[in-house]
């Protein structure tokens, strides 16, 4: 099971973490998430324990904990959700690019016919003063 691990302090590292965990059950990996840039952590990481039951074991126990001068949090860790966007949006495959073409051109006719509108009433105006 992976755990989330939040509000770390600056100075926890990963050897910290697994001496921690490992009271409540085998420890497979821990990873403190860094910037990449600098190398300071990011204030969480994750924990992945050898199963589920060593996984609740691990949130029970170490939940609200002080660990380094902070209290950690501690819950089952989510996967993040796949981001649209990239290459994918410039790249096309031409079934989506007809689509997208297909809803630009309705959206270009509707200004078009909305412009239409607004300068057949300014000719209106200028033609027939009198009707203010």
């Known amino acids: 099971m992976r755990l989330y691990v939040g509000n770390l302090s600056y100075a926890t590292t990963e050897d910290t973490l697994r001496e921690k965990f490992s009271n409540y059950g085998e420890v497979v990996s821990v990873q403190i998430m860094k910037d990449r840039f600098t190398e300071q952590s990011k204030g969480f990481g994750f924990v ?33 959700p796949k981001r649209e966007g990239g290459a994918r949006k410039f790249f096309k495959r031409d079934d989506e690019r ?5 809803r630009q051109n309705f959206s270009r ?16 105006d200028r033609e027939h003063p009198e009707e203010y």
């Open 48 to 80: 992945e324990m050898a199963d589920d039951i060593m996984g609740e074991r691990g949130i029970g126990g170490m939940n609200g904990k002080d660990v380094d001068g902070r209290r950690i949090r501690v819950s089952v860790a989510v996967d993040k």
């Open 98 to 102: 007809r689509d997208s073409d297909e």
């Open 109 to 124: 006719n509707r200004n078009d016919r909305n412009f239409e509108r607004k300068t057949e009433k300014k000719h209106f």
